[in-house]
């Protein structure tokens, strides 16, 4: 399966920005959906995850109210609706995946529960 994230930019705070995750290739062996992010200086961490096949969704607290994780089965796209957002938002995000099987609840947010990523996209947040 192959990722590839888009949608970044240059965004003042308090605007907004759509990402999008095109998956392609064996799009039926990825049940679930994750957004990562990657500040300089910093470790990469969970922002939102996605069940493809399912309703649920999961959000970093940090986020939580502001973005908004879907996904379109039709367009094998994941979306990260992103609204007020932050300097802090500012960041290098990804789109991962995990091949054959679903995630466990408990490790939805961790990037060890991920083996397919995409080339990430800047987001940049003027103050």
């Known amino acids: 399966v192959q990722l590839q994230a888009s949608g970044g930019g240059l965004v003042q705070a308090g605007g907004s920005l759509r990402l999008s995750c095109l998956i392609s290739g064996r799009t039926w062996n990825s049940p679930d959906m994750g957004w990562f992010r990657q500040a300089p ?3 990469r961490e969970f922002v939102a995850a ?5 309703d649920n969704s999961y959000y970093a607290d940090s986020v939580k109210g502001r973005f908004t994780i879907s996904r379109d089965k039709a367009k094998n796209t994941v979306y990260l609706q992103m609204n007020s957002l932050k300097p802090e938002d500012t960041a290098v995000y990804y789109c991962a995946t995990r091949q054959g099987s679903r995630i466990i ?5 961790s990037q060890r ?3 397919s990523w995409g080339q990430g996209t800047q987001v940049t947040v003027s103050s």
């Open 41 to 43: 200086g910093k470790e």
């Open 113 to 115: 529960a991920y083996d």
């Open 105 to 109: 609840s408990s490790m939805i947010a």
């Open 50 to 54: 996605i069940r493809w096949n399912g």
